[in-house]
């Protein structure tokens, strides 16, 4: 279940790993960690567990996330993360398209120089080089520097694995962040994705569905034994649809989502609602024109109204997301809600992590292309894709026998606020599926 997609890696001549540096263990002395994850808010989900083995494996540890605006959108959400600074790396490719300010940059060293940090983990996919943040880092004057390289990186990096990938072999990119701290001795016994919902995301969530009348009404159940009742709420369960994704390379096509909704809707009688940012309003808008007319009544556009925490609330109490690979895939995967995963062969690395999942592709030459647009536009890995087995999937994650029964949610310290406290999520809206 968290294992990167089973085809096999290319086989190069000049494959062999190299020696790295010697593994270590940053002890105690290491209390200010600076933890650099500058792409998405995906990718960053992706590195929470590692963030937490950091936090668990030191006395008093203060980590800090370097993160482009993206990811600096998680920071509210992540009981690890005790700050946060916001930074467009010119070596990484801006979300505006917008140029980058050399005067910013130089700014950004004299800050993480005043940070006073002890060391730095630098997370990157093994597409991306760490060395432009390690050098970042060393002029910074951070002391430790750890992370994956592909070449020897001398004096910029004090720590480093050298990169295996994909030549020798792939992980899950949650498990590649994992192996990357536990060389300098940082690990946990809970390898989960982290996110905290608060419980105001929870109401303000519950206010609009009413508002929309999407909530099922449960007047005419007050008499109803609670089993009845909790399998008439199971059975009202919304199934979430996410037809967005960055990249159009990563995009089942419109038509097909609505299509999928539709039968969706009449299998289940569940409401189907739409999610997206307000710039996918015209993607979402086009799925609700490709839906059976019969069914639309069912189907309701959430496009732009929803903040990360409405998005993540709503993803809790959810029956399944059936989703293009893109940031609500790994937001569900945090809070174990089942996904089917439309996954374009872009990269082998990023399925949904530890939570009930059909992963939907189809195998074709030129997979892994790492490429936002199909370089021979025909998108063959999604749309080998029939609707039908989309249906399915969904379906059979849905029914109620299909995956294990929810956790509850761990107890978490508040750090920010100085207080423990216990997550008034013990509900059935809030509960988790058990880590296989």
């Known amino acids: 279940m968290n294992a990167p997609l089973p085809l096999a ?4 001549a000049h494959a062999r790993v190299p020696d790295t540096s010697p593994p270590g263990c940053w002890g105690d002395d290491v209390k200010r960690i600076l933890c650099v994850r500058l792409d998405n808010l995906g990718d960053v989900l992706m590195s929470t567990p590692a963030l937490h083995a950091l936090r668990e494996s030191g006395k008093e540890r203060h980590l800090t996330l370097l993160a482009s605006r993206s990811g600096v959108a998680l920071a509210p959400f992540l009981d690890d993360v005790d700050d946060v600074i916001e930074y467009d790396a010119p070596w990484v490719a801006p979300a505006s398209g917008s140029g980058h300010d050399l ?17 730095a983990v630098i997370f990157t996919v093994y597409s991306q080089s760490p060395l ?12 430790r520097r750890l992370a994956h390289c592909r070449e020897n990186p001398y004096a910029l990096l004090t720590d480093w694995l050298r990169e295996p990938e994909p030549q020798q072999r792939t992980r899950h990119e949650v498990q590649r962040q994992l192996d990357l701290v536990r060389h300098v001795g940082a690990q946990t016994a809970d390898t989960r994705m982290r996110f905290h919902v608060p419980a105001a995301a929870r109401r303000s969530l519950a ?17 109803a034994t609670a089993a009845a009742q909790a399998t008439q709420a199971a059975n009202c369960a919304p199934i979430v649809l996410h037809p967005g994704a960055t990249a159009a390379s990563r995009r089942y096509p419109p038509e097909r989502f609505g299509a999928v909704a539709s039968r969706l809707a009449l299998a289940t009688g569940a409401p189907i609602l739409l999610t997206g940012s307000a710039s996918e309003r015209p993607l979402v808008e086009a799925v609700l024109r490709a839906a059976a007319p019969a069914m639309r009544a069912q189907l309701h556009d959430l496009s732009g109204a929803l903040n990360l925490g409405e998005l993540a609330a709503l993803l809790e109490r959810a029956s399944v997301l059936v989703s293009n690979n893109s940031g609500p895939v790994h937001l569900a995967s945090a809070l174990g809600t089942p996904v089917v995963d439309l996954y374009a062969l872009t990269n082998p690395q ?24 199909c370089p021979h536009e025909h998108h063959a890995c999604l749309l080998g894709v029939s609707i039908e087995e989309v249906v ?6 849905r029914h109620p026998h299909a995956s294990p029964e929810r956790r509850d949610p761990p107890v978490r310290s508040d750090r920010r606020h100085g207080e423990p406290c216990c997550d008034d999520a013990a509900s059935s809206l809030t509960d988790q599926p058990a880590v296989p």
């Open 9 to 12: 890696p290319p086989t190069l």
């Open 132 to 143: 432009p943040a390690a050098m970042l880092c060393y002029l910074a004057g951070i002391p």
């Open 103 to 119: 005067a910013a940059d130089r700014r950004m060293q004299q800050r993480l120089r005043a940070g006073r940090f002890d060391a």
């Open 350 to 373: 990023h399925t949904p992590w530890q939570t009930p999942q059909r992963v939907l592709y189809r195998d074709v030459e030129c997979r892994w292309c790492y490429r936002s647009v």
């Open 207 to 223: 206010a609009q569905l009413a508002a929309r009348r999407i909530v099922p009404d449960t007047a005419d159940t007050a008499d």
């Open 392 to 397: 399915h999937a969904a379906l059979e994650l």
